[in-house]
């Protein structure tokens, strides 16, 4: 059995062990069930939009942002649909 001390703002780190085990990286959700005198740790599956939101910016561009007034129809040549 591991064990863990919990500091004084109330974390706990996961052994390496365990979060080698159940896949546990950073940023990964977990949830806390407590059972009588137990408590039981899970990790969270994220899906769809959540995951997509836990990636937003982190990746950075050299080009520079867009013009909010920009017409991407402008880049179109005449006569061409």
């Given at each position: 059995?591991?064990?863990?001390?919990?500091?004084?703002?109330?974390?706990?780190?996961?052994?390496?062990?365990?979060?080698?085990?159940?896949?546990?990286?950073?940023?990964?959700?977990?949830?806390?069930?407590v059972k009588g005198e137990r408590?039981?740790?899970?990790?969270?599956?994220?899906?769809?939009?959540?995951?997509?939101?836990?990636?937003?910016?982190?990746?950075?561009?050299?080009?520079?942002?867009?013009?909010?007034?920009?017409?991407?129809?402008?880049?179109l040549r005449p006569g061409r649909?």
């Amino acid at each position: 059995m591991d064990a863990a001390r919990v500091t004084s703002k109330g974390q706990v780190t996961i052994p390496k062990a365990v979060r080698q085990r159940l896949g546990i990286r950073e940023g990964s959700r977990v949830a806390f069930d407590v059972k009588g005198e137990r408590v039981e740790l899970r990790v969270l599956v994220v899906h769809g939009a959540e995951q997509n939101r836990s990636v937003f910016g982190m990746l950075r561009s050299k080009r520079s942002p867009v013009p909010a007034d920009f017409d991407p129809a402008s880049l179109l040549r005449p006569g061409r649909k």
